[in-house]
């Protein structure tokens, strides 16, 4: 089977504009986390879906990051009025539950022109 | 709040040498910790979980509550070891896993 797809895997959009960001995790894959990897920066966790629990969103750095995880499967992280500073890889990942192993996808890198 | 910290950025080490990448942590409880790897060009991968108590390619590394340390540990660095380290947190209240900033190794033949 496929491992996590992130699409796309490469994204250029000018300063203002929203960018959607998707992951299909592994099939029958519980849990999916959103992270951040820049340099210097090491993966600053987003935010966290696990089955049909509320999402764990304390990583957003603001009210411009929002992700949705329908029917527990596919994930879409928006990034709304985007800034430069949002340049930077996009991981996610996936686990088969809580505490698990997690396995990334190959990241989508945007770019804020 | 919980914390991991990697506190070199980078380490260079000569092949054959014994290799450390410190990880320490902030936690109360009792915490799930991970070593992952990312080698050029290759995705994010887990290398080693401290409850399995395994070595993976050579390296181990021991949960010491004591020093809230869980460095990562090799008797012989091979060159194919260079790579981008990351030391990882799972608590056991809130589930989701957190990442130091990482270290950056390389091997020097």
């Known amino acids: 089977g496929a491992g996590v797809s992130q699409s796309p895997s490469n994204k250029v959009t000018e300063k203002g504009k929203d960018v959607e960001l998707r992951c299909d995790p592994i099939?029958?894959?519980?849990?999916l986390y959103w992270y951040r990897q820049s340099l210097g920066q090491g993966l600053e966790f987003l935010i966290y879906f696990q089955g049909n629990s509320a999402p764990d969103k304390s990583g957003l750095p603001s009210d411009r990051f929002s992700a949705e995880r329908t029917g527990g499967s596919v994930s879409t992280l928006t990034i709304q009025r985007t800034q430069q500073e949002d340049s930077a890889v996009y991981l996610c990942?996936?686990?088969?539950?809580?505490?698990?192993?997690?396995?990334f996808g190959s990241g989508t890198q945007l770019s804020v022109l | 709040a919980q914390r991991v910290t990697q506190p070199e950025k980078l380490l260079s080490v000569f092949k054959g040498a014994p290799v450390e990448l410190k990880c320490n942590y902030s936690?109360?409880?009792?915490?799930?910790l991970f070593w992952y790897v990312q080698y050029s060009r290759q995705r994010l991968q887990l290398l080693l979980r401290?409850?399995s108590r395994e070595s993976i390619k050579g390296f181990t590394a021991d949960l010491n509550k004591g020093e809230t340390s869980f460095h990562l540990k090799k008797p012989f660095a091979q060159e194919e070891d260079s790579a981008m380290y990351y030391c990882?947190?799972?608590?056991?209240?809130?589930?989701?896993?957190?990442f130091g900033s990482g270290t950056r190794l390389s091997i020097r033949p």
């Open positions: 401290h409850i």
């Open positions: 936690y109360s409880g009792s915490p799930e």
């Open positions: 990942a996936s686990s088969l539950g809580v505490g698990e192993k997690l396995f």
């Open positions: 099939s029958g894959h519980t849990a």
């Open positions: 990882a947190l799972s608590y056991s209240s809130a589930s989701k896993i957190i």
